[in-house]
């Protein structure tokens, strides 16, 4: 299928592109959701805005420890090391798993963000790392936690012709530990299931996180000894804790969910023995 | 053998993937025409219904046709003379009634794709929904039969009914075992794709049509259209993979030649990915009910089955809903031996899209189901699943062996494909390898398949299916040009066999000539000579023998060229490195094609005036099949707290008979392999319970990828076919025939200490993990009865 006709405008500067956008207009960047979504007239936006190039979307820095990155920033930059990184490895590690190398070529933090797919990886360890959305708009711009920010299945709190321009991360400390871990039929699939668990006890952060579950993704309240659970005593106590959360689920799902986020335990506390 | 290093048997590399590779392959999305117009369907969003109302805007008119406006057009219509067979009429848009969705209702023309696109999304017909036969169960159940005038959902019933009284006294078990593959989706890299256009020169519609079969479907089109053939000419280019799904007659194909007869301008339609996994004929739904009747040993007594396929909802022309069902019951007893064979299989009409042959027709299905009871059997009789395959099989020493299917095997020693298979994987070392991995908590399984390919099979056995178009001879035109280059012009068509280099290859062999001094030339009904096509791993046997045949007489009329030129005794001379030697003199073929063509002043006025043009017609002079045959063997591990298969190891130790190019015959294996590992692990399209497809993007259908695939290893050995031109067989389809088995089998020995058994292709990790906790659980609440 090809896509319905669409106005297409490139601007270059942020603010030229939230007056182009106006409230109607889709903002576009790597075009890997969007792009098979217009092609299948799933989406017929009488316009599309590209922010892919905007500088205010193409930054990457450190400031007192935290990390923002621009919404415009490829899969494949997190992937190379070509932006900073501050959580030990975990931003690359989690780039390097998404879809192919192709789509990571192309594909965005922002968009990906956005388009809020629960099985997306950067949905989930964005969400597993306690990260801000900054967003742009007609009426100013507004900070959310990503928990917030992502409301559900390809839903977001962003309003009409309000854009994600950056992502920060929390100032995480030398102890910083992670684990992340995608079930999924074959590589580069969408996840079935994704755990993840972030660790830092200088911010007393313990993240248990459920993913890929059709919702936005799951924190678990922590609980005592869940870093040190490991093998089938691991998935029984988070397959409890699921099946509580999640009432419709299946047991398929509930075990896969808790193998992925046992793996993410045991990575995280193989990380911390390194 | 001559010494040339380009004949039969050498490694050389593809001539064609000189421009695939780089980019320069032309297919027909690639083609420009002055005014050309694209084409886009309206298609059914409903399984079954009927076409209430119709309207095309005004503004449209001229742009939007439907069945109504094809006046003389006639359906698309699968004759078979088999008794009891029931003919659907397939019309090329939904003719009142709509039978799966995605059926062509409507279609439009435009300048662009996209605002043909746009021209569908304006069209609203209003169908009035019939209840959808969603599979074989309530086909089988309907009292209202899917097509008027028919009797029931039943394309075709096939029986074979022996009496098992013999057997009284020795049967020691009788293992009963359901197994299931589940439909599939074909997709090849290019969907389907067509372009027509009136020729006022040549007086002909041209219709370039992404096809395996371009004889073929000249034929389909004409009786459909109401042309006469010397008015249609159809040219397959390029064309980016069929595996069976492009040797059928598709209704866009006589609707796009259609519209540009009454356009008079050329019209393209490319089938998009969305339209080939809604819209495009399926593969693969067979369920299985089977009964093995055995002895203390395993040894396989006699066979009881009964077969259904979801046939869809038309019979595909020209291959019709018979040849699936002809080969499950020609084909399910396999390379083994037995005394009695019971079968049954109904091809079912349902609200589904039409069913077509796809790489390995109905083997897969059928050594799925055998090679999984083999198994069966061997846990019923408590021996190892190889041993019990070597007390069934055919032996060399049994050959030539006629099956209780009346499979008439030609040669080959099939055990020791087997043999070679369980060497490469070390099965002698594979329990202890195993007992390790266990004490890690891995779970490991090693499985095989076993199977022949029967390849080539000619006119009897199309015959006996009943087909509207029963292969025959297939032609070759081979040309010594004036400066002693070949020309080879063959009407089957190359679309990932490789056959413009092993077909010249062939042609070498003969001539001994080198490839690049050879040109092979296909897939144009105006320049090639007849041939059915490509299919049924035919075409090395039949135009490669055709070929042979027509290159054979061509260098006779050279040779007696080369005498005259040389003033000698034809005799004297042998042919060799391009040239004809001997008697103290060289004539080369170019010397001979020059002076045939530019100076003929040097012949002798009493030359014989034949020529250095020849067409030869080829088939074996057995045509009921040459059966190459192998044997896989797979190992994987088994994540039981995922479900995900991962191939440790696959090894296939093949034999097709004599190898034109070994590197070709390994990339039919590996693909076909691929596409096996597919069918096992991955593919599937679903169906809801209204016959809604819930796969319309590869999204939710999942092919294997690189990602997935092992280091396929392969042995081959060589056992010629007394039947054929240098005892070449067949190989395209095979690799595909035994993955499902193999990896199922390799799943089912690494589960066995869970008591789950896996029957059902594809083995998805939520089957195999909801069986898997299904165990855990009952041995978790029974623990007593596990420790006894």
Not at chain 2, 510 to 526: F, M, R, S, W, Y
Not at chain 2, 651 to 679: F, K, R, S, W, Y
Request: hydrophobic share 45%.
């Amino acid at each position: 299928m090809k896509a319905a006709a669409f106005a297409y405008t490139r601007p270059a500067a942020l603010a030229d592109a939230l007056r182009a956008a106006g409230r109607d207009a889709r903002f576009v960047a790597g075009s890997q959701s969007l792009g098979p979504m217009l092609n299948l007239r799933l989406a017929e936006p009488p316009a599309l805005v590209d922010v892919r190039r905007l500088p205010e979307l193409r930054g990457a820095r450190v400031e007192g420890g935290r990390l923002h990155l621009g919404a415009a920033v490829t899969h494949a930059e997190i992937e190379d090391g070509a932006v900073p990184d501050t959580t030990h490895g975990m931003l690359p590690a989690v780039a390097r798993g998404i879809a192919y190398r192709a789509v990571r070529n192309r594909g965005t933090l922002g968009g990906s963000l956005a388009h809020a797919d629960p099985a997306a990886d950067w949905v989930n360890a964005m969400t597993v790392l306690g990260a801000r959305c900054h967003i742009a708009g007609p009426d100013g711009r507004r900070v959310l936690p990503v928990h917030e920010f992502l409301q559900g299945t390809y839903r977001t709190a962003l309003g009409p012709g309000e854009l994600l321009v950056e992502v920060e991360l929390p100032a995480f400390s030398e102890r910083m530990r992670w684990g992340y871990y995608k079930v999924a039929a074959k590589v580069g699939e969408f996840a079935s299931a994704i755990g993840a668990a972030v660790h830092d006890p200088a911010l007393a952060m313990t993240h248990l996180l459920v993913g890929a579950i059709e919702a936005r993704p799951l924190l678990l309240p922590p609980f005592a000894g869940a870093l040190e659970l490991a093998g089938d005593a691991a998935i029984e106590a988070f397959g409890a804790r699921i099946a509580a959360a999640l009432p419709q689920a299946d047991a398929v799902f509930v075990h896969q969910h808790a193998t992925a986020l046992a793996r993410a335990v045991a990575r995280l506390r193989a990380e911390g023995a390194a | 053998m001559s010494e040339n290093r380009t004949g039969i048997g050498a490694r050389v590399l593809r001539k064609e993937d000189e421009r695939l590779l780089n980019g320069r392959g032309r297919f027909i999305d690639d083609l420009a025409f002055p005014r050309l117009l694209e084409a886009a369907f309206w298609r059914s969003p409903v399984a079954h219904g009927r076409i209430a109302r119709l309207d095309v805007p005004a503004d449209l008119a001229g742009s939007v046709f439907a069945w109504r406006d094809m006046a003389g057009v006639r359906p698309i219509t699968a004759r078979s003379t088999l008794p009891g067979y029931q003919v659907s009429d397939y019309a090329a848009l939904a003719d009142g009634v709509v039978r799966f969705v995605g059926e062509p209702v409507a279609v439009a023309v435009a300048p662009t794709r996209a605002e043909a696109e746009d021209r569908v999304a304006r069209l609203a017909p209003s169908i009035d929904e019939l209840p959808p036969l969603a599979d074989v169960r309530s086909a089988l159940a309907s009292r209202t039969p899917l097509h008027p005038g028919w009797k029931d959902n039943l394309f075709i019933e096939l029986k074979r009914d022996d009496d098992f009284a013999a057997l009284e006294g020795r049967v020691a078990h009788v293992v009963r075992r359901e197994f299931r593959m589940n439909r599939q989706s074909m997709s090849p890299m290019e969907g389907k794709a067509v372009l027509a256009l009136w020729d006022d020169q040549r007086n002909q519609l041209v219709v370039y049509s992404s096809t395996q079969v371009p004889h073929m479907i000249r034929s389909g089109l004409a009786e459909c259209l109401g042309l006469p053939l010397a008015q249609l000419r159809v040219i397959a280019p390029d064309v980016g993979g069929g595996f069976g799904y492009k040797c059928n007659l598709m209704p866009e194909e006589v609707a796009i030649a259609w519209l540009a007869l009454k356009l008079k301008r050329p019209v393209r339609w490319v089938e998009d990915r969305r339209e080939h996994l809604v819209a495009g004929t399926n593969c693969r739904e067979h369920q299985y009910r089977m009964a093995a009747h055995v002895d203390a040993r395993g040894r396989l007594l006699g066979l009881e089955a009964e077969v259904w396929v979801d046939s869809g909802a038309y019979s595909v022309w020209p291959f019709t809903a018979c040849l699936e069902t002809g080969q499950i019951i020609g084909n399910l007893p396999g390379p083994y031996k037995m005394e009695c064979y019971r079968c049954t299989v109904q091809g079912v009409a349902t609200n589904k899209p039409p069913f077509s042959p796809y790489r390995g027709v109905a083997r897969p299905g059928v050594a799925f189901a055998m090679e999984m009871m083999m198994d069966a059997i061997a846990r019923t009789v408590g021996r190892d699943p190889t041993a019990v395959r070597f007390e069934n099989l055919v032996t060399a020493a049994d050959m030539p062996y006629t099956n209780i299917a009346r499979k008439a095997f030609d040669t080959g020693d099939y055990p020791s494909s087997l043999t070679r298979v369980m060497e490469m994987l070390d099965h002698a070392g594979f329990a202890q390898r195993q007992a390790e991995a266990r004490k890690e908590g891995r779970y490991l399984g090693i499985g095989f398949a076993t199977y022949t390919e029967q390849a080539a099979h000619g006119t009897s056995v199309f015959a006996s299916w009943g087909l509207p178009i029963v292969p025959g001879y297939d032609g070759a035109t081979v040309k010594l040009t004036a400066d002693g280059t070949l020309e080879v012009k063959v009407g089957v068509h190359s679309h990932g066999q490789g056959m413009e280099t092993s077909l010249a290859q062939i042609a070498s062999e003969l001539t001994t000539l080198p490839l690049e001094a050879i040109n092979v030339i296909h897939g144009d009904t105006g320049e090639t000579p007849f041939s059915t096509g490509t299919y049924a791993s035919r075409s090395i046997v039949m135009a490669g023998g055709a070929v042979s045949k027509a290159c054979e007489v061509l260098m006779g009329r050279a040779r007696t060229l080369a005498a005259a030129l040389g003033k000698c005794d034809a005799a004297a001379l042998r042919l060799e490195g391009g040239a004809f030697r001997g008697a103290g003199v060289t004539v080369s073929l170019k010397d001979i094609g020059e002076a045939w063509f530019h100076r003929p002043e040097r012949l002798p006025a009493a030359v014989p005036d034949g020529g250095l043009e020849v067409t030869e017609h080829y088939k074996p002079a057995v045509d009921t099949g040459v059966f190459s045959f192998a044997s896989h063997g797979a190992v994987v591990e088994v994540d039981i707290d995922t479900g995900n298969v991962r191939l440790v190891d696959y090894v296939i130790a093949e034999d097709c008979g004599t190898l034109v190019n070994p590197m070709i015959v390994d990339g039919q294996t590996i693909g076909g392999a691929v596409q096996g590992i597919g069918t096992a692990l991955f593919e599937e399209m679903p169906y809801d319970a209204a016959a809604q497809p819930l796969a319309s993007t590869y999204a939710d259908y999942l092919l294997p990828g690189a990602s997935e695939m092992p280091h396929i290893r392969i042995a081959h050995s060589e056992t010629p076919s007394p039947h054929t031109r240098h005892g070449i067989k067949g190989v395209g389809e095979g690799g595909a025939i035994a993955p499902p088995a193999a990896i199922l089998n390799a799943v089912n020995r690494a589960l066995a200490e869970f008591g789950v058994e896996f029957n059902e292709t594809p083995l998805t990790p939520r089957r195999l993990l909801a069986a898997v906790l299904a165990a855990r659980r009952a041995r978790a609440a029974a623990p007593l009865k596990e420790a006894a």
